[in-house]
């Protein structure tokens, strides 16, 4: 922020898995207002009660309420959505995005869903023509994955094939939001790009078996199982090195009984 002052960021799900993690990573900014907003107050009062650099406000804050009266009593610079999940925002997707726009606010989220992912485009001309910006998938599927993709890429001549796997520590938190979407789209079709054609495969019931050898160890991990997911890297990458033949992306939770608890 410009001359010292506070730059207010409302994290929506600011209790959350995802929303309380980021939360916690920027309490050590002094010059951070915090809010902390969702349906549980109480939830929110009990997460800002830990000690922060940063200014921590509680703050009841409905998703399906009045938007734009609520943004303009909170009047923050910055709106992060991280609830979810955006796989079932139904009829209006983009409402909170809409109304940050209108009252001049910057927003990003970290929605993994497709077509939503996708789908918010449509409103980047209404963004800069009010000097805002609107983030979506500042997750990591597709923002970490394609900035890896991208690093990796940097030194060759071409690219043919894109294989991504997502290998969460077995002690990794999984929101309730997360374990939704996932469920929801376990056994459904996903297009994906195979030997430069668009080809059906199944989310979960498509997998890949990979033994990851870590940099400097000696010895390899145990093979891992990676189940097919859908996420907008399967589309967005093929937009980015339109020379690539095959995407593919998945997940591989530990222990592998995760992967059939979902079927």
């Known amino acids: 922020p410009m001359g010292g002052s506070a730059y207010t960021v409302l994290i929506i799900g600011g209790y959350g898995t995802f929303g309380g993690r980021l939360a916690t990573l920027l309490a050590d900014e002094p010059r951070l207002n915090l809010i902390v907003g969702g349906r549980s107050l109480a939830k ?33 610079n910055l709106v992060v959505d991280a609830t979810g999940p955006f796989q079932t925002y139904g009829d209006d997707p983009y409402r909170v995005v809409r109304a940050a726009i209108a009252c001049g606010i910057d927003y990003l989220d970290l929605a993994d869903g497709t077509e939503y992912v996708l789908g918010i485009g449509e409103l980047d001309g209404h963004a800069k023509s009010a000097g805002r910006f609107a983030l979506s998938g500042t997750s990591t599927c597709p923002a970490l994955t394609a900035a890896v993709v991208r690093e990796l890429a940097s030194d060759l001549t071409s690219m043919d094939r894109i294989t991504i796997g997502i290998a969460p520590a077995p002690t990794a938190s999984l929101g309730l ?66 020379g690539v033949k095959s995407v593919w992306l998945g997940a591989g939770p530990v222990p592998e009984v995760g992967h059939w608890a979902l079927l």
Do not use: M
């Open 44 to 76: 929110a009062e009990d997460f800002c009660q830990r000690p922060s650099a940063a200014s921590l406000v509680p703050q009841h804050f409905d998703r399906e309420g009045d938007l734009v009266r609520q943004f303009e009593a909170l009047q923050p």
């Open 177 to 242: 939001s997360v374990i939704q979407a996932i469920a929801s789209r376990v056994g459904q079709p996903v297009a994906i790009l195979e030997n430069g054609e668009n080809r059906c495969r199944y989310a979960s019931l498509d997998t890949l078996r990979y033994q990851i050898t870590l940099s400097g160890k000696d010895a390899p991990l145990s093979p891992r199982l990676f189940s097919l997911v859908d996420v907008p890297d399967l589309k967005l990458l093929p937009r980015l090195w339109p």
